[in-house]
Each structure stands twice: as C-alpha cells, then as structure tokens.
C-alpha cells in the first residue's frame, strides 16, 4: 500500500492537476507490479513497480533500447524513477495472445510473431546481452532436479539415476551449444504478446523481455511453439516453423541449411527450457508460495515426454521420467 501511494504522489509530480485512477494491471513470477493509469480524457499509461531489493530497472531499460531499435513494439519509457524503483510507460492494452488465439486467428497472430522475432534475430550482435553460455544453461537445467525432483515429488536420486541425468544435461547442453546465436527474448509465449488491434501500430506488443540474452536460436521458438498455456496440433507447429525457416533464411539469418537439422535443434531446445520450466513452477509454489503455475505442468511435462520419445539420446530420460512419477513401466528402453 505504501508503494502504491508513492506512485500516486509520483504520477502527480509528473502530470500537476491531471486527474487519473490507479487499478493493478498484472503481476508476473517476479517481484514486479504493473498499475495501469487511467486519465480523464481517457489516455491509459503502465507504471512498472519493481522494488529495489529485489528487482533491478536497468536491465530492462537496457533490453527495451535494443529491442526498440531493432523494430519490435515494446512499451515506451515515457519517465524514470529507478532509486524507488519506478518506471512509466506507454500502455500496450490488456489483451494478451493466449484468449484471442484460435484456429482461425492463429496463422496471422503467430505469423506477426514470427516476423517480429525475424527482425529482433536480424539486429543481433555480440557483446550487447549477456551470454546464454554453458553455465546459464546448467544452472537452469539444475533447478529440475532441485525443485521438481527434490521438492516438488520428494524424490531422492539413487548413483545411478543421478548419472544417467548428468549424462542426459551434458547431451542436451552440446546441442544447444552448437547452434548459432542470436537475441533471445527467453520468455516469448502467448502471455508475452499483446495483441495489438490498432490499424497504425505493428502487432504484437512485446513485454517482460529484461532476462533476454544472446544465445540459441531456436529458443524463442520453443518458447512459441511449446508454450506451456497452449497447445497446437505438431503438423500445424510444423508448419509454422517450416514457413519461419524459410524466412530466416532469406533474410540472411544463420540458421540451419537442413530443416530437420533445424528442428532437431528445436525440439533439444525445448527439453532444456522444459526441465527449467518444471523447476521454476516447482519453486514458485513451494518458495513462493505461488499455486497458479502447477495446472500448467502437465502440458509441459507432455511436450518433454514428446522430445524424450522422439530421440535416442534422450530415452534414459524418458525412462527416469517414469520412474519419478510411479510409471515404471516395461518400455523397452535401457539406460
């Protein structure tokens, strides 16, 4: 409540005489709030709350420069107060992608989505995110065995299931490693994307990019395309990554020569992303005491079982899948 009355005094500095109304327009897994203001001549803005000591603006301050120049419609730093933690910005509304996809909307919704992710890929260059390097990409791949494994089903590994997991993150993280590097927003799902229905402003709005980095390429696309709120058809997914393909390719993108080649990168992609998912949404509820996020891992750990399926490499895991969640089943693959 205290906060919220700063920024009210805040917004009365910066606008004297303005009257508004201040309503809590969403929160994420993070420590932020957004308020959105609502003024009397019907002009809407988004105040980013994000305490100090837990949050830092610069980050995203930094993130949303680069995504800006490199065309995406992200909100715009309309004033600062980064000491309390403060940030104004223009209003990108309120309608995310995921209740207005449909079978009907889809193509265009995700085909606008592609085409942004084109250009953000096509403005990468080194040294200006942080590096999505080995050790990020161990770290987050650590938080399944602590979090879904350890806290969340109270398993205890055994020698040998603790190696046959090692020797599954050290396959996964070659292949990730492997693949060209481009910006990664690391979280570009349908909850991230507003649809935007105004005639003169590109779709979509763009938000909660600060932890983006310069890593694989296929990663947003797992992002997309394995979105842990929504389902698609795999031939219809397919589909949508064959035409992104295409397009990467003729914008002159260092993607893959071989489509299967390129899939095979995205589907080892999305089991990394998919084990940190299971431990993020673990160690929301059980640190953070935030429940929302578990009727959503059963679509995550479905895509998992999917890739593990699908790879020889990735059977052990499969396999160990079953044993963690009392499915030990005769299925024929060994570790």
Not at 44 to 57: G, L, Y
Not at 131 to 147: G, H, K, S, T, V
Request: hydrophobic content about 40%; glycine content about 6%; overall charge negative.
């Amino acid at each position: 409540m205290q906060r919220q009355q700063e920024i009210t005094h805040w917004l009365e500095t910066l606008s004297p005489g303005r009257h508004f109304t201040l309503a809590p327009a969403s929160a994420d897994a993070s420590f932020r709030r957004y308020f959105r203001v609502s003024y009397a001549d019907g002009e809407t803005q988004i105040v980013m709350d994000a305490p100090p000591s837990h949050e830092d603006c610069k980050p995203w301050l930094r993130v949303q420069q680069l995504f800006a120049d490199a065309g995406v419609h992200v909100p715009q730093v309309l004033a600062t107060d980064l000491e309390r933690g403060y940030l104004l910005l223009s209003d990108l509304g309120s309608e995310t992608y995921l209740p207005v996809l449909t079978s009907e909307s889809a193509p265009v919704l995700y085909g606008d989505a592609l085409d942004a992710l084109i250009g953000l890929q096509a403005a990468s260059q080194p040294g200006q995110l942080p590096d999505y390097d080995e050790a990020l990409l161990r770290r987050e791949l650590d938080l399944f065995p602590e979090w879904y494994l350890g806290k969340h089903l109270g398993v205890n590994l055994d020698d040998r299931q603790r190696q046959v997991l090692e020797k599954t993150f050290r396959r996964i993280l070659d292949v990730n490693l492997a693949e060209p590097r481009v910006y990664v927003h690391r979280d570009y799902h349908s909850r991230n994307l507003m649809r935007i229905a105004h005639p003169d402003l590109p779709n979509p709005g763009v938000i909660d990019f600060q932890d983006a980095v310069y890593g694989p390429m296929s990663y947003d696309l797992a992002s997309l395309f394995k979105d842990a709120y929504i389902e698609w058809d795999e031939a219809l997914v397919i589909d949508w990554l064959v035409r992104y393909w295409e397009k990467a390719r003729k914008q002159g993108l260092p993607i893959r020569e071989d489509f299967g080649d390129f899939y095979r990168d995205y589907e080892w992609m999305g089991v990394q992303r998919h084990l940190k998912v299971l431990g993020i949404f673990a160690r929301l509820y059980h640190r953070d005491g935030k429940d929302g996020y578990l009727k959503d891992m059963p679509l995550v750990l479905t895509y998992l079982r999917k890739a593990c399926h699908r790879y020889d490499g990735l059977h052990p895991l499969l396999r160990l899948l079953d044993q963690v969640h009392g499915n030990d089943v005769k299925s024929g693959l060994t570790f």
